[in-house]
C-alpha cells in the first residue's frame, strides 16, 4: 500500500475514533455514575433529521459533532438514496411525512410507509403493532399475520421518529399485560417475567369480540421460548421515553414489575461461571437451527442494552434499588467477558492459533479450551490487517467464528464495545464490503454455511 493510502486510511480511522468517542467509555466505566446525578431533562426537540439522530441517545449519551464519513458509513444514510431528507416532524396522523424542505420524499419512502401502515394490526379500534411480513401473492399467510415482538421494534422506531407514538404505547402495554399471563407448555410452567414471542387477534363474528392469543414458544419452531423478546421490551420502553419525553408510563407500577421480572429471570444466580447468559437454540432472532446454542453474541449485546436501560428507567425505591446494584455489577462483569472474551482480530487469531490445549490452574492461558484445528479455513483469508469483531459463541471447547451482523452493530449502538472496537468492526465492514454487504443493506450471517 503506498504512503498515500496508508495516510487516508490512518486518517479515516482517526476520524471515526473520535466520532465514536461518545459511544462508550473505554474500560473503567463506572454504570453507577448516572445513579448520582440529578434527574435531567428530557430533550423535547423533534426537528431534527433521521441523520442526526443517534440511537445511543437513548442510552443518555451525547451525539458526536458532524464530520466526513468513510464508505461504510455513508452507505447506512438514507439521505444518499433519497432526493429529498426526510425529517420526522411533529405528528402527522396517519399521512405520509413529508420532507422538511417542502417537497415530496422519494417515492421509496412514500411506498415504505404505505406498506407499514397496511401491515398495522387493531385490537378494539386501537392499533397495536404490526404484522410481521405482508404477502400479497397468497391467502394463507401461516405465522406472519400475527404480531412478533422483536419484528415490531424496527416499526416501532420508525412511528416514534414520524411522531405518532401512541401505537408504540399501546404496543407496550398489551405486551405488559400478556407477560402477566400463565405461561405454560406441555404441562411445564415458564417463568413469570417471559414475555411473549407474538400474539395475534382473534375475532369471534358471533359475539363481535376480539382477543389476543400470546405464543410463548408453544408454537414456535423448536418450541424454544424467547429470550430476545424481553430485552426489546425494555429497550423500546427506554426508546419511547426518550423520544416522547414522557415518563408516565415507565413509571406506572405495571411497567416497573414487568421490568423487574424480567431482571429476574435473567440476573438470577446458578451454576453458571460466565455473566452471559445461557440460551437454546433457537430462541433469538436467528430462529432456524443454526447452531447459536450456548452464549450467541445476539443475546449477550441485547442483554447488556437492556440493563443500561433498565438503568434508566427503575424506580429508586426499595425495589429498584436492589435491582441497580445487581445490574451495575452485572454490566461491569459483562463488558469486561465480552470485550475480552469475544473480541477477534488479527492478532488474537494467531495467539488462538498458538493456544496450547487442557491447560489447567489460574494461569491458563487457554481459558476455554479452543483446539486450534478448530479454527475455521476461512478465516484467515476473512480476517484483514486492520480491523476485528465480535465472534458468535464462546463456550467450553467450542467457538464460533461467524460474523453476526445484529449483535456486532448492538455492540456499537449499546457502547458494549470500546471505540476502539467500533472503529475495527466499521474497518472489518469497509474491507470486506462485498462479502457483508453486496446487494444488500447487511447481511445477517457470514459465511452462511455451517460447514464452511
Known sequence: MSSIDGDVSQNGSLKRVDALRALAEIEEFDFSRSLDKPPRTLNMERQRSCDERSMNELFGVPSPSPRPSSRAENNFRLSDHLDGIYSPGRRSGFNTPRSQYGFETHPSVSEAWDALRTSLVFFRGQPVGTIAALDNNT???????????????????????????????????????????????????????????????LHDPIRNS??????????????????????????????????????????????????????????????????????????????????????????????FMALRCALLLLKQDDEGKEFVERITKRLHALSFHMRSYYWIDLKQLNDIYRYKTEEYSHTAVNKFNVIPDSLPEWIFDFMPVHGGY?????????????????GNC?????????????????????????????????KVIYPSDRES
Not at 400 to 406: A, E
Request: net charge negative; glycine share 6%; with cysteine.
Open 390 to 406: 465480535f465472534i458468535g459463541n464462546v463456550s467450553p471447547a467450542k467457538m464460533d467464528f461467524r460474523w453476526f451482523c445484529l
Open 410 to 442: 448492538i455492540a456499537i449502538l449499546s457502547s458494549l464495545a470500546t471505540p476502539e472496537q467500533s472503529t475495527a468492526i466499521m474497518d472489518l465492514i469497509e474491507s470486506r464490503w462485498e462479502e457483508l454487504v453486496g446487494e444488500m443493506p447487511l
Open 210 to 303: 376480539e382477543t389476543l392469543m400470546a405464543d410463548f414458544g408453544e408454537s414456535a419452531i423448536g418450541r424454544v421460548a424467547p429470550v430476545d423478546s424481553g430485552f426489546w421490551w425494555i429497550f423500546l420502553l427506554r426508546a419511547y421515553t426518550k423520544s416522547t419525553g414522557d415518563t408516565s408510563l415507565a413509571e406506572m407500577p405495571e411497567c416497573q414489575k414487568g421490568m423487574r421480572l424480567i431482571l429476574s429471570l435473567c440476573l438470577s444466580e446458578g451454576f453458571d461461571t460466565f455473566p452471559t447468559l445461557l440460551c437454546a437454540d433457537g430462541c433469538c432472532m436467528i430462529d432456524r437451527r443454526m447452531g447459536v446454542y450456548g452464549y450467541p453474541i445476539e443475546i449477550q449485546a441485547l442483554f
Open 139 to 201: 391467502d394463507e399467510q401461516l405465522n406472519y399475520d400475527q404480531v412478533f415482538v422483536r419484528d415490531f421494534v424496527p416499526s416501532a422506531l420508525a412511528f416514534l421518529m414520524n411522531g405518532e407514538p401512541e401505537i408504540v404505547k399501546n404496543f407496550i402495554l398489551k405486551t405488559l399485560r400478556l407477560q402477566s399471563w400463565e405461561k405454560k407448555i406441555d404441562r411445564f410452567h415458564l417463568g413469570e417475567g417471559v414475555m411473549p414471542a407474538s400474539f395475534k387477534v
